[in-house]
């Protein structure tokens, strides 16, 4: 590709400005979309002109142009202009060129938007071309992102440039691809959806060009996993299955029936199983993986299950050794600070412990398993992709079970974990009572710690997070640090905690294990809250400057309440007036079903900042929109699975081109695990 320099009308300094919006050469501005577009292909009469509006109009130049200077670095340039149904007034600001533009009587295009001045209607600082030399009016013509210094005019007529020349880029496409999803050639993409010449050409140029990132960007996540061949092992039997279901100390859902129906499908097949399963805060996805354990475990192997954090592993360690512990079945714990490490790594290597529940602890290279066959990760998006990996290489063709407390939408999940077949858990167990949620201003501070005094006295436990841990001087949030000072003081008959992520792992630990006792009666935190701790006695969640949060952390954090049998609330006090917090605020307050809540966040921020994707190496997408688009995701999802399967390693000569682009994808995106 050439340089932009090369291009007519572009130099050193001006190229500069394009780098600013990543634009270096002559493919990446190609590359570089409109955001929208202007239709100036439809003229309409001065006197159906309509105000407020940006419209084309054909008429002639009545008067010469008026110059008239209001004060300094203010001066007016202005003309009357008429065709056979009325007349008007144009204006243009500081713009001297217009000056000497037009010849009196002469036709020309004006596109600009009508305003009413003094009641009378006016064109203000419209684009202006001649009848006879039309480029930028007469037709559909692109808006583009900018940065300062950068004009509307410099972009389109550098792209029309590049597109004149007819310079062409190599189609990476597979032509039996495009073929079968029905996508047209990358050059007739190009044209069309810089310049398209109407409507539909437009539609399938950009139904090619979403097509396009989407498949890219699956097939350069799956070439960074690695984990694109299909792995074989022996399948297991369905040994005792019912037993352990039958001695629960409660009734499976409906929904958890039916995604153990879909893990026992996996693992009773000669494929290793690869699943995702997500659900909402107390949809029993702690009995789900028991049953995938158990299972294992009958068919004589061993199974191991990694948690974020040392608390949520011993909770799940406890929680099995009561449900395994009328099998027989030998559970043990391994992290950080596990007392006895040697003896416990001596068991899994033996094969003594059956279950192994552990925190990061378990990926150490003196973890040494002796029949490993399943993983279970934990809360999913707080490992990558690499620490999986390093599970899963434990043992010989691991069957995997990755979990997740928040809710994904399907076309994120999709790109996220298109390796990983996906079971959502959308149904909780019956007599959970929803949390109520509330949206407040600073002004019910008063009635807040009020009710917060009330439901502590009663013997509940309450949770206060904050954005922030410590206080700064250009920030006016609320701190964890100052607010915890605040409400031990206010209340000293509490046990007031903190905990906050700048703290050592011991001294998290240590606080947290007072919170979960009762020991503590209201715990102030930042999100660090936010994943696994289990505290049924908690029903109260106080979230500050709420507007500072996403929907899903909103979500994820009012989780930690309402596990017991008392009615549980969380209170957001809010500050932003922004629509956008208004909306969010709104949901929060009407909906306690994650997956909605999740397809929310995800409309309003964007798949980049969705639940911290980034650490994932999700780029933020150019021109596919994952609601509108959702059909072209599972298209492009299904093809590049196809493929995959049969180049593994895009090694063959027709998709050299195309691994090159998805690797140029990767090496976009280095934060990707």
């Not at 009469?45 to 002639?60: K, Q, T």
């Not at 039997?237 to 499976?252: D, I, S, W």
């Not at 004589?300 to 050794?321: D, R």
């Amino acid at each position: 590709m050439a340089k932009l320099t090369d291009i007519k009308g572009i130099g050193e300094k001006r190229a500069s400005l394009f780098a600013k919006i990543g634009v270096t050469d002559t493919e990446s501005l190609l590359r570089y979309f409109p955001r929208g577009y202007e239709d100036r292909t439809k003229t309409v009469p001065l006197a159906e002109a309509p105000i407020g509006e940006n419209i084309c109009i054909r008429a002639r130049a009545f008067s010469h142009v008026k110059e008239t200077r209001i004060r300094k670095n203010m001066t007016i340039y202005s003309m009357i202009i008429n065709d056979d149904s009325d007349a008007m007034s144009v204006i243009w600001y500081n713009n001297r060129f217009v000056k000497d533009s037009f010849k009196e009587g002469k036709e020309y295009i004006f596109y600009g938007k009508i305003v009413l001045n003094r009641g009378k209607r006016e064109i203000v600082n419209p684009v202006y071309e001649s009848v006879e030399k039309q480029k930028f009016t007469g037709r559909i013509v692109p808006v583009y992102p900018l940065c300062e210094g950068l004009t509307q005019a410099a972009v389109r007529s550098a792209v029309e440039s590049v597109i004149g020349e007819r310079e062409r880029l190599t189609e990476y496409i597979p032509r039996e691809i495009r073929s079968r999803y029905n996508l047209c050639e990358l050059n007739f993409a190009l044209s069309n959806i810089h310049f398209p010449e109407n409507a539909d050409s437009y539609n399938i140029a950009r139904r090619r060009f979403v097509f396009e990132e989407l498949f890219t960007l699956r097939l350069a996540l799956m070439l960074k996993k690695g984990n694109n061949q299909v792995r074989k092992r022996t399948p297991y039997q369905l040994r005792e299955y019912g037993e352990f279901v039958e001695k629960l100390p409660f009734q499976l859902t409906g929904a958890q029936n039916r995604v153990i129906s879909e893990i026992v499908a996996d693992v009773t097949s000669d494929t290793a199983m690869s699943r995702l399963v997500q659900g909402d805060v107390g949809s029993g996805k702690t009995a789900v993986a028991a049953a995938a354990i158990y299972l294992t475990v009958k068919n004589g192997y061993q199974a191991v299950m990694m948690a974020p954090t040392e608390i949520l592993a011993k909770q799940h360690y406890e929680s099995f050794l009561e449900m395994f512990e009328p099998f027989g079945i030998n559970v043990v714990l391994l992290t950080s600070s596990s007392k006895g490490k040697k003896d416990t790594l001596s068991k899994i290597e033996s094969g003594e412990a059956r279950v192994i529940i552990g925190t990061h602890a378990v990926l150490q290279k003196n973890v040494v398993f002796n029949n490993l066959a399943l993983a279970v990760t934990d809360e999913q998006h707080r490992f990558g992709v690499t620490q999986r990996g390093m599970l899963i290489d434990k043992g010989e063709n691991v069957n995997v079970l990755v979990m997740t407390a928040t809710p994904i939408p399907r076309t994120l999940a999709l790109i996220l974990y298109g390796d990983l077949n996906i079971s959502a858990l959308d149904e909780l167990p019956p007599g959970r009572k929803p949390v109520k949620t509330y949206a407040v201003g600073e002004n019910m501070r008063e009635r807040i710690y009020a009710f917060l005094e009330n439901n502590v006295k009663s013997g509940m436990q309450a949770y206060v997070v904050c954005p922030l841990v410590a206080e700064t001087e250009k920030s006016d949030l609320e701190n964890a640090e100052n607010l915890s000072v605040k409400l031990s003081k206010a209340y000293p008959e509490f046990k007031t905690g903190l905990v906050h992520g700048k703290m050592k792992a011991s001294e998290k630990n240590e606080i947290m294990s007072s919170f979960v006792s009762g020991e503590t009666n209201i715990l102030v935190s930042t999100t660090v809250i936010e994943v696994g701790v289990n505290v049924p006695n908690s029903n109260i969640m106080i979230i500050e400057n709420a507007e500072r949060f996403g929907l899903s952390q909103l979500h994820q954090l009012r989780g930690r309440v309402g596990r017991g049998g008392e009615q549980a609330y969380c209170i957001m006090v809010a500050h932003g007036k922004s629509d956008v917090t208004k909306m969010r605020m709104k949901t929060m307050c009407e909906s306690n079903d994650g997956f909605y809540i999740a397809e929310q966040d995800l409309k309003l921020r964007g798949p980049g900042d969705f639940f911290g994707t980034r650490q994932h190496g999700l780029p933020e997408l150019k021109i596919a929109n994952l609601f509108e688009d959702s059909d072209i995701l599972v298209m492009a999802q299904n093809a590049a699975n196809e493929l995959l399967a049969k180049d593994s390693e895009l090694k063959l000569d027709e998709n050299l081109a195309l691994k090159k682009r998805a690797l140029a994808i990767v090496a976009e995106n280095t934060v990707m695990n």
